[in-house]
T-cell receptor, first 115, second 113 residues
Framework: DVKVTQSSRYLVKRTGEKVFLECVQD?????MFWYRQDPGLGLRLIYF???????EKGDIPEGYSVSREKKERFSLILESASTNQTSMYLC??????????????FGPGTRLTVL | DQQVKQNSPSLSVQEGRISILNCDYT??????FLWYKKYPAEGPTFLIS?????DKNEDGRFTVFLNKSAKHLSLHIVPSQPGDSAVYFC????????????FGDGTTLTVKP
């Protein structure tokens, strides 16, 4: 059974803290993604990675950075958390080689609250 | 500039009837479209997809229709069941873009028993 796991389901941090969100997939997927989901705004892409050590900005990268040192792991970093980064964060992965192209497998999400 | 739009934030239907969820896009470079379903406190899961070379794809109770000239796609669920109650996201891809998808805002479907 394919799986994407995220390090925390719920997280509460204070303004200015550095926050790490971890994502691990066990499917040997090349592509990994970080989204945030906010009411009425759908899923917005923060960063994605199509290979180890490779990263590309998505639609809303400001205030975030990422790291992909190993194929299975993709980390999202909030350098200095702010209240407007309170959101649901979703990690996903996909492969370029399967028959179902572009299908993304999502983790359960991390609900981050910044106080 | 929102390239994928789901104009109906919510939809309510009776069990056994048809649910039709709509999605419009503006970028003519999109060549692959997907629908995902999301339950509360879970990540989205893939439901059905369609390539731009087709105008219809069917999988059990779910059918996706694509009208390229209108830049419009729709998801039909027949018959609708209470377990279909969820948020549905439409997504679009450009074939050369490393699997990056552009998502719509989502439509919350409620199927009443």
């Amino acid at each position: 059974d394919v799986k994407v796991t995220q390090s925390s389901r719920y997280l509460v941090k204070r303004t200015g803290e550095k926050v790490f969100l971890e994502c691990v997939q066990d499917m040997d997927h090349e592509n990994m993604f970080w989204y945030r989901q906010d009411p009425g705004l759908g899923l917005r892409l923060i960063y994605f990675s199509y290979d180890v050590k490779m990263k590309e900005k998505g639609d809303i990268p400001e205030g975030y950075s990422v790291s992909r040192e190993k194929k299975e792991r993709f980390s999202l970093i909030l350098e200095s958390a702010s209240t407007n980064q309170t959101s649901m964060y979703l990690c996903a992965s996909s492969t370029r080689t399967s028959g179902r192209l572009y299908e993304q497998f999502f983790g359960p999400g991390t609900r981050l609250t910044v106080l | 500039d929102q390239q994928v739009k789901q104009n109906s934030p919510s939809l309510s239907v009776q069990e056994g009837r048809i649910s039709i969820l709509n999605c419009d896009y503006t970028n003519s470079m999109f060549d692959y479209f997907l629908w995902y379903k999301k339950y509360p406190a879970e990540g989205p899961t893939f439901l059905i997809s369609i390539s731009s070379i087709k105008d219809k794809n069917e999988d059990g109770r779910f059918t996706v229709f694509l009208n390229k000239s209108a830049k419009h796609l729709s998801l039909h669920i027949v018959p609708s069941q209470p377990g279909d109650s969820a948020v549905y996201f439409c997504a679009a891809n450009i074939g050369t873009n490393a699997g990056k998808s552009t998502f719509g805002d989502g439509t919350t479907l409620t199927v009443k028993p």
